[in-house]
């Protein structure tokens, strides 16, 4: 199917296995496919191959525009897909699935690059370091949400900053506001910080041999994170809590933040974004981001 607008586009769907399962997809295809492809891959929940505010349509045809094969699927239990969800956790079967299907596709590629946002980003770090036919990891907003992460993050900065908002104060004084609730909650998030203390160290040795999916989630993808030897390129929202929590996380690793330092990492923030990137100017951004970042991944 050819679009107005991009008529030198090719859309097809595509129907592919994944362990008895059939997967869903639609693969772009230039008018001249480039040497690197695209997997864009599906956070979990609601969503599908088509993206938050028709997101993943609008990215894979743009990059498809300037020479780039992409593909977007529903993997396993979301959208058109069979089988059972399997969560983030364990989706590097369905997304290599997706890559050897694109490689199929078109007999000139070298290498892919995964795009993934929240869940999904985190889906691709787990899986970029397994095969080396990723060069590139686009992460949007990585998910690393644990209790004690979420709680710590409340901590310092939803907190401190009511705590200093005259606004706050005023609400306070007028008999608009519990602070008795709001010092509960507190106290309560910092319990929870203070009981997971201990349980997942970063930085901790780990045998060569470990099964990273075996780890807790954030030292599974510090872990992941550290072994890609490609380009990465992490984006996080100004205005997005999942977004504050990532930040926070790589800030507690001194490993992880040495490595977002490096010479192949780029790392921006879209300072008044939201998380799903909700306005038109935010995903031109976004989009222009990746545009950029995969012509030197080529």
Not at 27 to 30: G, K, L, T
Not at 124 to 134: H, K, L, Q, S, W
Not at 172 to 185: E, I
Not at 236 to 242: A, C, K, L, N, Y
């Given at each position: 199917?050819?679009l107005a607008?991009?008529e030198?586009?090719t859309?097809r769907?595509v129907?592919?296995?994944c362990?008895?399962?059939?997967?869903?997809?639609i693969?772009?295809?230039?008018e001249v496919?480039?040497?690197l492809?695209?997997?864009?891959?599906?956070?979990?929940?609601?969503?599908?191959?088509?993206?938050?505010?028709?997101?993943f349509v609008?990215l894979?045809?743009?990059?498809?525009?300037?020479?780039?094969?992409?593909?977007?699927?529903?993997?396993?239990?979301?959208?058109?897909?069979?089988g059972?969800?399997?969560?983030?956790?364990?989706?590097?079967?369905d997304?290599?699935?997706?890559?050897?299907?694109l490689?199929?596709?078109?007999?000139?590629?070298?290498?892919?690059?995964?795009w993934?946002?929240?869940?999904?980003?985190?889906a691709?770090?787990?899986?970029?370091?397994?095969?080396?036919?990723?060069h590139?990891?686009?992460?949007?907003?990585?998910?690393?949400?644990?209790?004690?992460?979420?709680?710590?993050t409340?901590?310092?900065h939803?907190?401190?900053?009511?705590?200093?908002?005259?606004?706050?104060?005023?609400k306070?004084?007028?008999?608009?506001?519990?602070?008795?609730?709001?010092?509960?909650?507190m106290?309560q998030?910092?319990?929870?910080?203070?009981?997971?203390?201990?349980?997942?160290?970063?930085?901790?040795?780990t045998?060569?041999?470990?099964?990273?999916s075996?780890?807790p989630?954030?030292?599974?993808l510090?872990?992941?994170?550290l072994?890609?030897?490609g380009?990465?390129?992490?984006v996080?929202?100004?205005?997005?809590?999942?977004a504050?929590?990532y930040?926070?996380?790589?800030?507690?690793?001194?490993?992880l933040?040495?490595h977002?330092q490096?010479h192949?990492v780029?790392v921006k923030?879209?300072?008044?974004?939201?998380h799903?990137?909700?306005?038109?100017?935010?995903?031109?951004?976004?989009?222009?981001?990746?545009q950029?970042?995969?012509?030197?991944?080529?």
């Open positions: 199917m050819t607008g991009f030198k586009l859309e769907a129907v592919f296995s362990e008895k399962s059939a997967l869903v997809g693969v772009h295809e230039p496919p480039g040497i492809g695209v997997v864009i891959i599906v956070a979990g929940g609601p969503q599908y191959r088509v993206g938050a505010h028709r997101q609008l894979a045809r743009k990059l498809a525009s300037e020479g780039v094969p992409v593909i977007r699927f529903d993997h396993r239990g979301t959208g058109d897909s069979d059972n969800y399997h969560g983030f956790n364990d989706m590097g079967s997304i290599r699935k997706a890559v050897d299907l490689f199929k596709e078109f007999s000139g590629l070298e290498k892919v690059a995964l993934g946002e929240c869940e999904s980003a985190s691709a770090a787990y899986y970029g370091y397994t095969d080396n036919r990723v590139g990891l686009f992460l949007v907003n990585p998910w690393v949400r644990t209790d004690a992460g979420l709680a710590k409340y901590l310092k939803h907190y401190r900053n009511r705590f200093f908002d005259p606004r706050f104060w005023r306070v004084r007028a008999g608009r506001f519990s602070l008795a609730k709001s010092l509960g909650s106290t998030l910092i319990l929870q910080v203070v009981k997971d203390r201990g349980k997942n160290v970063f930085n901790a040795p045998k060569t041999e470990v099964n990273l075996e780890l989630l954030t030292q599974r510090e872990k992941s994170l072994r890609f030897n380009g990465m390129f992490v996080t929202s100004g205005r997005d809590h999942i504050q929590e930040r926070d996380f790589v800030d507690t690793s001194l490993l933040k040495k977002m490096s192949n780029v923030e879209i300072a008044d974004a939201d799903t990137f909700s306005r038109a100017e935010w995903r031109r951004e976004l989009f222009d981001l990746t950029l970042w995969l012509s030197e991944v080529r």
